[in-house]
T-cell receptor, first 110, second 112 residues
Framework: QKEVEQNSGPLSVPEGAIASLNCTYS??????FFWYRQYSGKSPELIMS????GDKEDGRFTAQLNKASQYVSLLIRDSQPSDSATYLC??????????FGAGTRLTVKP | EAQVTQNPRYLITVTGKKLTVTCSQN?????MSWYRQDPGLGLRQIYY???????DKGDVPEGYKVSRKEKRNFPLILESPSPNQTSLYFC???????????FGNGTRLTVT
């Protein structure tokens, strides 16, 4: 089992729809969780961090964490074509190094 | 401007010719790390450093060396590059190990 797994994608949604991205992790003691967005050929940029169970909202983005199920998700409301990118789930393990999922490519169609 | 600076952005070299990719951050971060990114495999950690003179192996350290003599710099050294090290490399830093990472712009390396 991979340490961090994401939907293989690609995921395609129409403009204005909700995009739902999912991630599971294997290390039960992980405490810090992040979502990064990466445009093609560019470096990853942090869009959300979440540390405790529940929902965290920032503008059109909502991160959800369920530690019991070892599951973290990202919802993008009112999706825009500019949201088209690869989204990386990242988890910090007990020894403080960050592990990434392989990423889910999202396409928002006008 | 707070940033992580990698150089060069693009590098084409031949098998066996030693090379160094530099990484510098101006945020006084303690933690620095190197990743390589390959299609379908995502970001894989090569080496990381929790502080000056403290480095440790990540998932794919074979064929790479690092050093952390100063807090701001964390160069990646390929003593004898091989074609399977052709990849996109990212340096990243954070305030401490449990904090979000800030990435450099990446170095696209091609080894022929």
């Amino acid at each position: 089992q991979k340490e961090v797994e994401q939907n293989s994608g690609p995921l395609s949604v129409p403009e204005g729809a909700i995009a739902s991205l999912n991630c599971t992790y294997s290390d039960r003691v992980s405490q810090s969780f992040f979502w990064y967005r990466q445009y093609s050929g560019k470096s990853p940029e942090l869009i959300m961090s979440i540390y405790s169970n529940g929902d965290k909202e920032d503008g059109r983005f909502t991160a959800q964490l369920n530690k019991a199920s070892q599951y973290v998700s990202l919802l993008i409301r009112d999706s825009q074509p500019s949201d088209s990118a690869t989204y990386l789930c990242a988890v910090i393990r007990i020894n403080y190094d960050m592990r990434f999922g392989a990423g889910t490519r999202l396409t928002v169609k006008p | 401007e707070a940033q992580v600076t990698q150089n060069p952005r693009y590098l084409i070299t031949v098998t066996g010719k030693k090379l160094t990719v530099t990484c510098s951050q101006n945020m006084n971060h303690e933690y620095m790390s190197w990743y390589r990114q390959d299609p379908g495999l995502g970001l894989r950690q090569i080496y990381y450093s929790m502080n000056v003179e403290v480095t440790d192996k990540g998932d794919v350290p074979e064929g790479y060396k690092v050093s952390r003599k100063e807090k701001r710099n964390f160069p990646l050294i390929l003593e004898s590059p091989s074609p399977n090290q052709t990849s996109l490399y990212f340096c990243a830093s954070s305030f401490q190990g449990a904090s979000p990472l800030h990435f450099g712009n990446g170095t696209r390396l091609t080894v022929t």
